[in-house]
Structure formats: structure tokens, C-alpha cells
């Protein structure tokens, strides 16, 4: 199984701040990952697909960068609405896995 | 209306059973290949199993084969997920996702169904 290991596991920040979220694959996964955003008590929903295109509808202050081994989520400049629960999957080989999820906490 | 509406949770003793269900609405059920994610309390996602299309293949989580079948019905536009053998490590939301091949991503999802195995 490839192992996603999603780091760190939460940060605090300030509205307006860049953030950086890292994913890493135990072996090369192309660009077969994708980024999602989960709230408190809701299901997730889709940002960016194959590494770095942006779902419609996502605010364009969200990318994501990478290939390969390594991958990025940035949110240029952090807003009230984005405080939530990261994870990145990889659909590469099955099973499909997840990473462990980044918290972003207000600062 | 484009929906996912899972069914099905509940309380079940360790080795009970218990069978999802996963209406689907809105969009062509019989062209996508479906998916099932699960969410232990307070913990990350996880993926379950996933079935092609028109249902001929199927694949698991090494966690769950021998016990869990995901099956549908693109007449009843209707995924289902036949979970047996239940450990109390399976409590979890359990999510219906649809997942676009061309787009590579799950552009769908449920509002989710809580197992809870316990005795």
C-alpha cells in the first residue's frame, strides 16, 4: 500500500497568512493525488485534482504543487471560511489512501 | 436535485451485520464509478471499496475483504455496502462518494450514515 504522510498534522494562523501543507508518498505517485476540505460535522469537498487543478468554484487562492513523491496545498491568504481539516489522496494504485489530515486552527 | 442520501447506520453488536444504503439523484447513477469512505470518530478519512460502473469489478481495503460487499443497482440508481463480521474498529461515518474519471477527483459526496459497533 502507498502511505500519504500529511504534514504537519495542524497549525494555527492568522487570517491573511500563507499557508503550506505537505504531502508525501511512500513511492512515486505521478500527479495522481488530490486535495480535499472537511468541516466539523460535514463530508468533504474537492480542491484541487490531479496535483495541481483547481476544482471549479474554489477560490483561486487555493493551488496545489508537485509530483512524484511530493506535493503542496498553499493558500496564498488565509480567510475565516478556511479554517478546517486538510487531507490529500492518492489515487495511483488501490487501496486509494488518504493522508492523516491537516487541522488549520485560528491563531 | 444532485444528491447523495446514505441509510442504514445504526447500533450493531460485534459480529452482527448491517447494510448501507446510498440513493442516488441528480445525474447519470450507471456512468460513474462509486465509492465508499469511512471516518472513525475523531480520526482521518479512510477509503473503503469502490465499483466500477456497470458493477464488474469491485476493490477493497485489505481491512475489510471477506467481510464487506459493495454492490448497486443502476435501476434503482442505489449503492449499497453489506458490512458482516463487524468489529468494534469499524465504527466510523461511512460516506458515499461519486468519483469523476475524468476529472480524477470525488466531485460528490453524502452527508454520511454513523455505524456504531458495540455491545
Not at chain 2, 442505489?78 to 480524477?104: F, G, H, I, N, P
Request: some cysteine.
Amino acid at each position: 500500500d502507498i502511505q500519504m504522510t500529511q504534514s504537519p498534522s495542524s497549525l494555527s494562523a492568522s487570517v491573511g497568512d500563507r499557508v503550506t501543507i505537505t504531502c508525501r508518498a511512500s513511492q512515486g505517485i505521478r500527479n495522481d493525488l488530490g486535495w480535499y476540505q472537511q468541516k466539523p460535522g460535514k463530508a468533504p469537498k474537492r480542491l484541487i485534482s490531479a496535483a495541481s487543478t483547481l476544482q471549479s468554484g474554489v477560490p483561486s487562492r487555493f493551488s496545489g504543487s508537485g509530483s512524484g513523491t511530493e506535493f503542496t496545498l498553499t493558500i496564498s491568504s488565509l480567510q475565516p471560511e478556511d479554517f478546517a481539516t486538510y487531507y490529500c489522496l492518492q489515487h495511483n494504485s488501490y487501496p486509494l489512501t488518504f493522508g492523516g489530515g491537516t487541522k488549520v486552527e485560528i491563531k | 436535485e444532485v444528491q447523495l442520501v446514505e441509510s442504514g447506520g445504526g447500533l450493531v453488536q460485534p459480529g452482527g451485520s448491517l447494510r448501507l444504503s446510498c440513493a442516488a439523484s441528480g445525474f447519470t447513477f450507471s456512468s460513474y464509478w462509486m465509492s465508499w469512505v469511512r471516518q472513525a470518530p475523531g480520526k482521518g478519512l479512510e477509503w473503503v471499496a469502490n465499483i466500477k460502473p456497470d458493477g464488474s469489478e469491485k476493490n477493497y481495503v485489505d481491512s475489510v475483504k471477506g467481510r464487506f460487499t459493495i454492490s448497486r443497482d443502476n435501476v434503482k440508481t442505489s449503492l449499497y455496502l453489506q458490512m458482516s463480521s463487524l468489529r468494534a474498529e469499524d465504527t466510523a461515518v461511512y460516506y458515499c462518494a461519486k468519483w469523476v474519471q475524468l476529472e480524477s477527483t470525488f466531485d460528490m459526496w453524502g452527508q454520511g450514515t454513523l455505524v456504531t459497533v458495540s455491545s
